[in-house]
Each structure stands twice: as C-alpha cells, then as structure tokens.
Nanobody
Framework: QVQLEESGGGLVQIGGSLRLSCAISGRKDTITAVAWYRQAPGMERELVAFITSGGSTKLEEPVKGRFTISRDKAENTVYLQMTNLKREDTSVYYC??????????WGIGTQVTVSS
C-alpha cells in the first residue's frame, strides 16, 4: 500500500508563493510517478505537474515558469513550489501516485486560495 499526505496549502495574496508537500509512506518502491492535480469549484480535476521515478518532470502550460516540482528522496516527499500565484490558481491541490500495477493513489487534498 501507498499513502499520500498533502500539506502546505493556505491563503496567499496575488503574486505570493507557497510550497506544497506530499509525504509518501508505504510501498514507495512501487511508485512510477507522482503528480500534482488541482480542482477548482465547478471544474474538472486537472493535471498540474508530475515527476517520474527517474526524476523527469513536466509542468502543464498554465503553470510553466511559475511552479516547480521536485522531490527529496531521503524525506520521501514531493514538493510543488508555486510562485507568482494568480487568482486562477485557487483550487484544492491533490497529490497522486501511479504504481507499477497501474493503480493510482490519491491524497485528500490541500486548499490553496489566492486573493487580493
């Protein structure tokens, strides 16, 4: 089993920064990629960024140049550093892990609110 726990969300002003953390426990050796998704009210969940077990990363167009995804293997944590936050970044952010079996595991999410 794999468990994910997000933290680091909160209220931030437009243009501010936040760092989200995804703490991973359990069978970490079965994970092929970890991703951050977000879901705004009334909207579908959308992919924000992912990092593979080999360390490759990809950020989606709306956050390129502003967000960074990284990991600390020793801490078993994946981070989403968010800078120059915009009102439209307001969402619940979810950590997602894809396992070698094809199964996906989700965290419960952390709220990010960007306001003036």
């Amino acid at each position: 089993q794999v468990q994910l726990e997000e933290s680091g969300g909160g209220l931030v002003q437009i243009g501010g920064s936040l760092r989200l953390s995804c703490a991973i426990s359990g069978r970490k050796d079965t994970i092929t990629a970890v991703a951050w998704y977000r879901q705004a009210p009334g909207m579908e969940r959308e992919l924000v960024a992912f990092i593979t077990s080999g360390g490759s990363t990809k950020l989606e167009e709306p956050v390129k140049g502003r967000f960074t995804i990284s990991r600390d293997k020793a801490e078993n944590t994946v981070y989403l550093q968010m800078t120059n936050l915009k009102r439209e970044d307001t969402s619940v952010y979810y950590c997602n892990a894809v396992r070698t079996s094809g199964d996906e595991v989700w965290g419960i999410g952390t709220q990010v609110t960007v306001s003036s």
